[in-house]
C-alpha cells in the first residue's frame, strides 16, 4: 500500500484538503492514508472538519496567543519529525501557500518522502503581495516532486521555473470540489444549522446583498479604512442594498470596519462565519466584495462577481476571465464598480454568467488517479 500524509492547518486549507481525503479514503485498499492538522488556525478548522466528517490522525495543535511567524515555522518543523519517522509516508500533501504548507513541505522533504503540492504555481510576482504567501508558496514548489497546478497558467509559472513537466499536472482547484459537496449539502432541506437560521433572520431578501470579506495583511491601516469608506458610501447610496460583513477577529481589522459601519443601517456586521454558513450566504449574495483568494474561486461557480480588494492577484485567469475585477483599495474604484454591477444589468450579466476557469470540481479524482499510476 501507499503511505499518504496529509497535512494542513488553517480554514481555507482544510476547505480545500478536505475532498481530496474523502477521495483517498474511498481508495483504502490502495492506500493508507492519514490526516495530519497543525492547527495554526483552531476553532475554525474544527468547525470545517466536522462538516466534511475527516478526523485527524494527528494534531499538533499549535496555535497560541500573538504567535508569529518565527515561533510557528519552527514548531511546525520540529512537531512534524516525529510523525514522519514513525509513520514514513510515501508521500506528503501540502496546499498552497500558508506557513504550515511551507513548514510542512520543508519537513516531508528532511524525511525523504516525496512532496506533492496542490494548488501549485500560483505567482503575483512580487514576494511582499501577499505576504508572506508568495514566499510560502515558492518554497514548498521548490522542494515539491508533483506539482498539482489548478489552471495551464499556473502549470506555464511553474515551467518558467525550469520544474519537469512529468511532474505537473493540471487538475483545476480542490476548491471546486469542495464547493459542489458543500452547496449541495447546506441548501437541502435536511440540512440544519444554527448558524444559517440566524443568517435567515438577518438576511433581508427585498435587498440586494452585497456579501464583503477582508483580513489581508496588506491591507492593514489606511488600505481598510479606504475599504470602509467606500462600503459606507455604496451602502448610503443605495438604499436597496444590505451589505453584510463577517469581520475578521484580527484588531487590525475590527477597529476601522467597527469605527466606520457600525451604525449605518443596511450594514450587517456579524461575527465570522463557519464554512457551510459562508457558503449559504455566498449563494444568497447578489456580488462579493472581498481579498480573499478562496472567494476568487468558489464564487464565478455560483454565478457571483468578485471585486477583488487587492492590486496584484496570483489567480490572473479569473480576472482574464472576466470573472473577477481588482479594485484594490482605491476607495472611488470601490464605489464605482460596485455601482456599475449594481445598476448595469449587462454588466452584471457578463461578468455572472462567464464559465469557472478553476475546473468542473474532478480535481480530487484527477490527483488519486495520477499517485495511483505511480
Known amino acids: 500500500m501507499k503511505k499518504n500524509l496529509i497535512i494542513f492547518g488553517t480554514r481555507p486549507e482544510a476547505i480545500k484538503m478536505a475532498p481530496l481525503v474523502k477521495e483517498f479514503l474511498k481508495n483504502s485498499e490502495e492506500f493508507d492514508t492519514r490526516v495530519c492538522i497543525t492547527a495554526q488556525h483552531r476553532e475554525m478548522l474544527d468547525q470545517v472538519l466536522t462538516f466534511f466528517e475527516v478526523t485527524p490522525d494527528y494534531d499538533l495543535d499549535l496555535m497560541k496567543p500573538n504567535q508569529n511567524l518565527y515561533s510557528l515555522t519552527a514548531d511546525i518543523i520540529t512537531n512534524l519529525k516525529p510523525i514522519l519517522e514513525e509513520f514514513k509516508p510515501d508521500y506528503v500533501y501540502v496546499h498552497g501557500d500558508t506557513t504550515t504548507t511551507m513548514a510542512a513541505s520543508i519537513a516531508a522533504f528532511y524525511s525523504g518522502a516525496k512532496v506533492c503540492h496542490v494548488e501549485a504555481g500560483l505567482r503575483t510576482f512580487n514576494k511582499r503581495s501577499p505576504f508572506p504567501e508568495e514566499v510560502n508558496r515558492s518554497i514548498a514548489g521548490s522542494v515539491s516532486d508533483y506539482h498539482f497546478a489548478p489552471t495551464t497558467t499556473s502549470k506555464q509559472n511553474l515551467l ?110 456579524i461575527d465570522p462565519l463557519s464554512y457551510p454558513a459562508f457558503v449559504w450566504l455566498m449563494n444568497k449574495s447578489y456580488l462579493i466584495i472581498t481579498d480573499s483568494g478562496g472567494v476568487q474561486e468558489e464564487a464565478p461557480s455560483l454565478g457571483k462577481p468578485v471585486l477583488v480588494m487587492r492590486d496584484t492577484t496570483e489567480r490572473p485567469e479569473a480576472v482574464d476571465a472576466g470573472t473577477v475585477f481588482l479594485v484594490g483599495t482605491n476607495k472611488e474604484k470601490i464605489v464605482k464598480e460596485t455601482n456599475n454591477l449594481l445598476n448595469n444589468e449587462d454588466a452584471y450579466l457578463k461578468m455572472s454568467k462567464l464559465h469557472n476557469p478553476y475546473g468542473d470540481g474532478t480535481a480530487c479524482s484527477k490527483i488519486v488517479n495520477f499517485i495511483s499510476n505511480l
Do not use: M, W
Request: glycine share 4%; with cysteine.
Open 160 to 269: 518558467n521555473e525550469n520544474i519537469s513537466e512529468n511532474s505537473i499536472l493540471v487538475t483545476g482547484n480542490t476548491v471546486i470540489d469542495a464547493l459542489d459537496f458543500s452547496s449541495g449539502k447546506v441548501t437541502s432541506s435536511q440540512y440544519s444549522d444554527k448558524e444559517v437560521e440566524q443568517l435567515i433572520s438577518i438576511v433581508d431578501n427585498s435587498k440586494k446583498l452585497i456579501l464583503v470579506t477582508g483580513h489581508r495583511r496588506e491591507n492593514h491601516g489606511q488600505g481598510f479604512i479606504n475599504i470602509c469608506s467606500a462600503l459606507k458610501e455604496i451602502a448610503e447610496q443605495n438604499s436597496d442594498v444590505q451589505v453584510i460583513y463577517p469581520v475578521h477577529l484580527n484588531p487590525n481589522v475590527q477597529k476601522p470596519v467597527y469605527e466606520l459601519l457600525a451604525d449605518i443601517d443596511n450594514v450587517k456586521l
